[in-house]
C-alpha cells in the first residue's frame, strides 16, 4: 500500500473550555443574528497562546444513546473509562485498574483484584475499591436495567476488605472472569438509580485518559485528554467525533480532509486506499456469521443434513464476494481470534458433491421442482435476516444460492427485531456473535449449551438452533472450570473437532472491520487489535489513541 | 384605494373593504385567538393519538432501548430493560405527560437518557432555522420565476421552466437532498457534505453559514414548485386583468405595475394554499435533517419514533404541529394584510 505520509492536522488550542450540552439553545438565534448582521465574513477565532496540541477528528456512523460504561461497555465508553482489566495489542487481556492480573483460589470460584493507587476521577475524587464493588453490584442489579446483567450471573459477592482490593465470590468455577472484568468502573455516587436515568448516560465520570469537553447533540462529541490519568496525559489531546450516518458522506468527508478516519466497508474503503494519504487499516474481530438450523425442523434432527449444509456452502466465495476478502471463513463459533483455543483443522471444506451424496444417503431424494423430499416433506426452510442490515442480507442470499445447488430450498425473509424473535422457533435466522472475545467462554457458550436450548422469547438470540449435544455441554463446562490455560485451550480444540462432526448450525465467517485513516505514520504505537461486534472508531486504528507517541 | 373604500361604504358587505384600518385588525387579532383556543384540544388529541398509535406500533421498546446489544443481552439482562421501561398502559403515559408538559416537565427521553425539555431547546431552534430559511428562499426564488414566466408565457424559458417545476414537484425532499449532497459536495466538493459545523469548530455564523447552505436549499427546491406554479397561475391572471391593463395604459412603468398590481394579487391564493402546504413542509425538513446529519428535532422524532420514547415523540409531535399551525395562523394574517377583500372572521 504505497502512500505518502500526511501529518495528523495540529491546531492550536485553547484547552478543553467544557462547555456541555445545555447551552446549545441560544446558540441559533446568535447565529440568526450573525448571518444576518455579519454576513458570512465572521472567522472562527482561534486563540493563540495556548500550548500546541494533537487534534484527531473521526466519523462515527451513529450517534452514542449513551456513554454509561454499564450499559455499552469497551469501545467509546473506554475512552472515559478503565476497567480492572483492560484489551491489549492484539486482545491480549492486561491489567488496567488493577496492579496485576486477577488471581484465582484452586478451584476458580474466589477471585481477588489488587487496586492501583495513584487514580482519580474525572471530577477529582479518588478511586477506591468501594467503586469497583458499586459497579459491580449496580451492573447484576436487574432494577439497574443493565443489558450486561446476564454476563455476571457467575458473580455471587463483591466485596471490598480493603480500599485497594476486591474479592469476587463465585456460584461456580469460572475460568473466563478475567474478561469479564474488563468492565468501565464509574465514581459510585454517579451511577444513579438505573440506566435509564443516570446521569452518566451523558456527563461520564470516569478514571480514564478522556473527558468529554463537549457533545453538541445530532452533531458531535468532543473528548478532552485528562492531565490526570494514571497512564500519563495522552499526546492526542482533543479529539472530535462526528456523526455522519451516511457511508458515502464518511467516506466524502475522510477525502476532502475535513476527518482524518471512519469506519466504512471493504467495498467502500478499497476505493479510497492510497488516496491522498489515506490507507485502509483493518482489525481481526470474532465477530461471525452463522446460520441457524433450528432443531425442531423435521430435516435437521439428523446430523447428516447439517453437515450436508455446511459442506455446500461456499464460505471462500462469501469472504471474498461480500466481504472484498476482509474476513476469515470459519467452520464453527470459534475464531482465530481465540488464539490457542482455535482449531483450524475443525473446518468444512466446500464440498456440492460430498453434500449431495450425504442427503441422498440420508434418505433427502430429488423430488419435484429440483428440491429434496423425503415421506412427502420438501427440504425447504425459511431463513430470516435483519432487513436494515446489508450484510446479514448478503450472507443469506449467497447461502440460499448455494443450497439451491444441492436441492435445498431456502426462502429468504427480510424481519425486524420482534419478527426475529416471533419466528426463531421454527425459522432459521442469520445470527451475529462475537460480542466479547477475548476469552473463549462468552464467545461460544450461549450459543452452544442446552441450557439456552428451550425457546425463550426473552432470550431468542441464544443458541437459536435449539441445539442439544451432552458431549458438547461437557465440554463446555470442563473448559470453564479448568484453571490450566493449556488443558482449557485443548479442550476447546476437542470441542470444535465435535462441532465438525454434530454442527449446529452453519457458520460463515469471521469479520475483519475495515477503516480509513490518515496521518497514522507521525504515531509510533499504533498497532492491531481484536474487536468485538460492535464497533465504530472508538476501535480501528484508534483503540489505543491515548497510548501514541509522536514521532 | 384607502380613500375610496372610506368615501364609499358599501353597507352590510361582509366581503368587501367596509372595514377601518381599525376594525381589520381587531378582527385579525379575534383570528389570530380563535387559532390559538383551537390549538389547545388540537394538541391534545394529537398527543392522546400519538401514544396510542405508538403503543399498538409493532417496534418493541426493549430491543430498541438494547440498541445493537439487542443480539446479546441474555433473559436476565432483557427482563432488567422491560422492567425499567415498564408495561404501563399508554393512557396512564399519556396522562403523566400532559399533567407535567403545561408546567415545562416534559418527561424523561428514554431513548436519547435525557430530559425531553433540554433535548427540544437544543434541537428545535435548529429545525426552525432551517425551515424558515427554506421557506424563504424557495418564495423569493419562486417568485421571481413566476415573474419570468408570466412575462414571457410562450417564451421556450417559460415551457422549461413549467415542465422542470412539475417534475421538481414530483421528487420527494430526501430525493432532493441526497441529489444536492452528491453533486455539490460529494462531486464538486464546494460546500461540506453535512453536520452543523467542521469537526470542533466553534458555532459562529460562518461556519453554521456554510454547512446551511445544501439543507437549507434542499428545503427550498422541495417548496419551490408549488410556490412558483401556483405564483406564475395567479400572475399569468392577473397580468390580464382590467386594473392592469388600466395601469398600463395610464403610462406605469412595467416593473411598478408588476409591484403593486400584479404581485400582491398573485400572492393571495398562494399565501391561502401556504397555510395547507406548511405541515408538508415540516414532514419534508425531518427528512432533509436525517440526509444531512443536521441536529434539528425531525431526527431525534425519528429516533424516538423506533424506539417508543413517548415522551420525546409526543413533544416533538406537537411542537411540530404547533409550527405547522403558527405557520398557518401567519400565513392568514398576511392574507388579511394584502388582499383587503380576505374576510378574517371567515377564515
Known amino acids: ?551 | 384605494m384607502t380613500t375610496l373604500q372610506d368615501a364609499a361604504p358599501p353597507p352590510g358587505a361582509r366581503t368587501t373593504g367596509s372595514r377601518t384600518t381599525g376594525s381589520r385588525a381587531s378582527a385579525a387579532l379575534r383570528l389570530a385567538g380563535r387559532r390559538l383556543a383551537w390549538a389547545l384540544p388540537l394538541v391534545v388529541v394529537i398527543s392522546l393519538a400519538v401514544f396510542a398509535l405508538a403503543a399498538v406500533s409493532p417496534t418493541d421498546a426493549a430491543a430498541s432501548f438494547l440498541g445493537a446489544r439487542d443480539e446479546f443481552a441474555g433473559a436476565a439482562a432483557r427482563q432488567g430493560v422491560e422492567g425499567l421501561l415498564g408495561d404501563r398502559h399508554w393512557l396512564a403515559s399519556w396522562w403523566e405527560w400532559v399533567v407535567g408538559a403545561p408546567g415545562g416537565d416534559l418527561g424523561w427521553s428514554t431513548s436519547v437518557r435525557a430530559d425531553v425539555g433540554a433535548v427540544v431547546a437544543a434541537r428545535l431552534p435548529w429545525t426552525l432555522l432551517l425551515m424558515v430559511l427554506g421557506l424563504a428562499l424557495a418564495a423569493v426564488l419562486g417568485v421571481v420565476l413566476a415573474l419570468v414566466a408570466a412575462l414571457r408565457p410562450h417564451g421556450v424559458l417559460a415551457r422549461v421552466l413549467a415542465g422542470g417545476l412539475w417534475a421538481l414537484s414530483a421528487v420527494p425532499s430526501f430525493l432532493v437532498a441526497t441529489t444536492l449532497m452528491a453533486v455539490l459536495s460529494l462531486g464538486l466538493g464546494w460546500l461540506p457534505a453535512g453536520g452543523l459545523t467542521d469537526p470542533g469548530a466553534p458555532v459562529t455564523a460562518a461556519q453554521v453559514g456554510r454547512h446551511l447552505v445544501l439543507p437549507v436549499l434542499a428545503v427550498a427546491l422541495s417548496q419551490l414548485p408549488w410556490i412558483a406554479l401556483h405564483l406564475h397561475r395567479a400572475t399569468t391572471d392577473q397580468l390580464r386583468t382590467t386594473s392592469t391593463e388600466a395601469a398600463r395604459l395610464r403610462g406605469v412603468p412595467e416593473r411598478r405595475v408588476l409591484a403593486r398590481h400584479v404581485l400582491p394579487g398573485a400572492a393571495v391564493p398562494t399565501l391561502a394554499i401556504a397555510g395547507a402546504r406548511l405541515p408538508e413542509v415540516v414532514a419534508g425538513s425531518v427528512l432533509v435533517e436525517q440526509v444531512f446529519g443536521w441536529p434539528g428535532l425531525g431526527q431525534g422524532l425519528v429516533q424516538a419514533a423506533l424506539a417508543q420514547d413517548f415522551a420525546l415523540l409526543a413533544a416533538a409531535t406537537v411542537l411540530l404541529t404547533g409550527v405547522a399551525l403558527l405557520g398557518g395562523l401567519l400565513a392568514d394574517l398576511a392574507l388579511v394584510r394584502i388582499d383587503p377583500r380576505t374576510d378574517p372572521d371567515a377564515l
Request: hydrophobic residues 45%; contains cysteine.
Open chain 1, 1 to 551: 500500500m504505497p502512500h505518502r505520509p500526511a501529518p495528523f492536522r495540529v491546531t492550536t488550542h485553547g484547552g478543553p473550555s467544557a462547555p456541555r450540552l445545555a447551552r446549545a439553545g441560544a446558540v441559533p438565534a446568535a447565529v440568526v443574528l450573525g448571518l444576518v448582521l455579519a454576513g458570512c465574513s465572521g472567522g472562527s477565532p482561534a486563540p493563540a497562546s495556548a500550548p500546541a496540541s494533537s487534534t484527531l477528528a473521526l466519523a462515527e456512523s451513529a450517534e452514542y444513546t449513551t456513554l454509561n460504561p454499564l450499559e455499552q461497555p469497551l469501545g467509546i465508553t473506554g475512552k472515559m473509562y478503565d476497567g480492572l482489566v483492560r484489551v491489549g495489542a492484539d486482545g491480549v487481556l492486561e491489567p488496567g485498574l488493577a496492579s496485576a492480573m486477577p488471581t484465582p483460589d484452586e478451584d476458580l470460584t474466589t477471585w481477588t483484584v489488587t487496586l492501583r493507587e495513584d487514580v482519580t476521577f474525572s471530577d477529582g475524587t479518588a478511586f477506591d475499591a468501594q467503586d469497583v464493588v458499586a459497579a459491580y453490584t449496580a451492573v447484576r442489579d436487574p432494577a439497574y436495567g443493565s443489558p450486561l446483567a446476564t454476563d455476571y450471573e457467575m458473580v455471587e459477592s463483591v466485596t471490598a476488605p480493603d480500599p485497594t482490593t476486591v474479592v469476587f465470590e463465585l456460584s461456580y468455577p469460572y475460568a473466563g472472569l478475567p474478561a469479564r472484568l474488563t468492565l468501565g468502573v464509574p465514581a459510585a455516587e454517579a451511577l444513579g438509580a438505573s440506566v435509564a436515568d443516570s446521569a452518566l448516560a451523558s456527563e461520564p465520570v470516569g478514571t480514564g485518559p478522556y473527558e468529554v469537553a463537549e457533545w453538541r447533540r445530532g452533531d458531535s462529541l468532543t473528548l478532552a485528554a485528562r492531565d490526570d490519568w494514571w497512564g500519563g496525559t495522552a499526546q492526542v489531546t482533543t479529539i472530535h467525533l462526528v456523526f455522519v450516518p451516511d457511508e458515502t458522506a464518511r467516506a466524502q468527508r475522510v477525502r476532502s480532509g475535513e476527518v482524518d478516519g471512519a469506519q466504512l466497508s471493504p467495498l467502500t474503503a478499497a476505493s479510497l486506499d492510497g488516496a491522498d494519504g489515506i490507507e485502509v487499516v483493518t482489525n481481526p474481530s470474532a465477530d461471525f456469521r452463522a446460520i441457524s438450523l433450528p432443531s425442531t425442523l423435521p430435516f435437521f434432527a439428523d446430523a447428516r443434513v447439517r453437515v450436508a449444509l455446511n459442506l455446500a456452502t461456499d464460505r471462500d466465495a462469501m469472504v471474498e464476494g461480500i466481504l472484498q476478502g476482509d474476513g476469515v471463513a470459519v467452520s464453527t463459533p470459534f475464531t482465530p481470534a481465540q488464539g490457542d483455543a482455535w482449531s483450524p483443522d475443525a473446518a468444512f471444506e466446500h464440498d456440492p458433491d460430498g453434500a449431495a451424496a450425504l442427503l441422498d444417503a440420508a434418505g433427502w431424494t430429488a423430488g419435484p421442482g429440483g428440491v429434496r423430499a423425503k415421506d412427502g416433506v420438501p427440504l425447504a426452510f425459511d431463513l430470516m435476516y435483519f432487513a436494515d442490515d446489508t450484510l446479514r442480507r448478503d450472507v443469506a442470499q449467497a447461502f440460499a444460492s448455494d443450497m439451491a445447488q444441492v436441492g435445498v430450498e431456502v426462502r429468504l425473509e427480510g424481519v425486524d427485531r420482534p419478527q426475529a424473535v416471533a419466528g426463531m422457533r421454527d425459522k432459521a435466522f442469520v445470527l451475529g456473535g462475537g460480542d466479547m472475545p477475548y476469552d473463549p467462554d462468552p464467545q461460544v457458550y450461549r450459543v452452544l449449551h442446552s441450557a439456552f436450548a428451550p425457546y425463550d422469547e426473552d432470550d431468542a438470540y441464544s443458541n437459536p438452533s435449539m441445539y442439544a449435544d451432552p458431549q458438547v455441554d461437557a465440554l463446555l463446562d470442563t473448559a470453564r472450570r479448568e484453571p490450566d490455560a493449556a488443558a482449557r485451550a485443548a479442550t476447546y480444540r476437542e470441542l470444535q473437532a465435535r462441532l465438525i462432526a454434530d454442527p449446529p448450525m452453519v457458520t460463515v465467517f469471521a469479520l475483519e472491520h475495515t477503516y480509513v485513516a490518515r496521518g497514522l505514520d507521525a504515531w509510533d504505537g499504533v498497532v492491531p487489535v481484536v474487536e468485538p461486534h460492535e464497533h465504530g472508531v472508538a476501535w480501528g486504528p484508534w483503540w489505543n489513541v491515548q497510548e501514541w507517541t509522536a514521532r
